[in-house]
């Protein structure tokens, strides 16, 4: 399954984005879907996960209140609402889906399947 994250871009502090995953080969919906992130010298990091039916997503203390995650199942999609983005939101975004339990969303190694990233920049 490859996966295809999309929707990043350049964007002033306090404005919104929206990132898309979609998968080219199979459905989403099988899968719990995930969100990551990683900056240049860092450690790829949780930013928020959703399970197959949508219930209880999680999300990194970081981005609570500010970033929501949601799936539609028609389109085989999840999607990515970022929020009163600040210069420190600044990453590449990847996707990402597996079967972990909802305690283990953050452990990226326990995901199958992985999107290329799609880079997001806040800067004024």
């Known amino acids: 399954v490859q996966l295809q994250a999309s929707g990043g871009g350049l964007v002033q502090p306090g404005d919104s984005l929206r990132l898309s995953c979609t998968a080219s080969?199979?459905?989403?919906?099988?899968?719990?879907v995930s969100w990551f992130r990683q900056s240049p010298g860092q450690e790829r990091a949780f930013v928020a996960g959703?399970?197959?039916?949508?219930?209880?997503?999680s999300y990194a203390d970081s981005v609570k209140g500010r970033f929501t995650i949601s799936r539609d199942a028609l389109k085989s999609a999840v999607y990515l609402q970022m929020n009163s983005l600040k210069p420190e939101d600044t990453a590449v975004y990847l996707c990402?889906?597996?079967?972990?339990?909802?305690?283990?969303?953050?452990?990226?190694?326990?995901?199958?399947?992985w999107g290329q990233g799609t880079l997001v920049t806040v800067s004024s």
């Open positions: 990402a889906a597996g079967r972990p339990i909802r305690s283990a969303y953050d452990q990226a190694r326990l995901y199958y399947y």
């Open positions: 080969e199979r459905t989403l919906s099988d899968y719990i």
């Open positions: 959703i399970n197959q039916r949508s219930f209880s997503p």
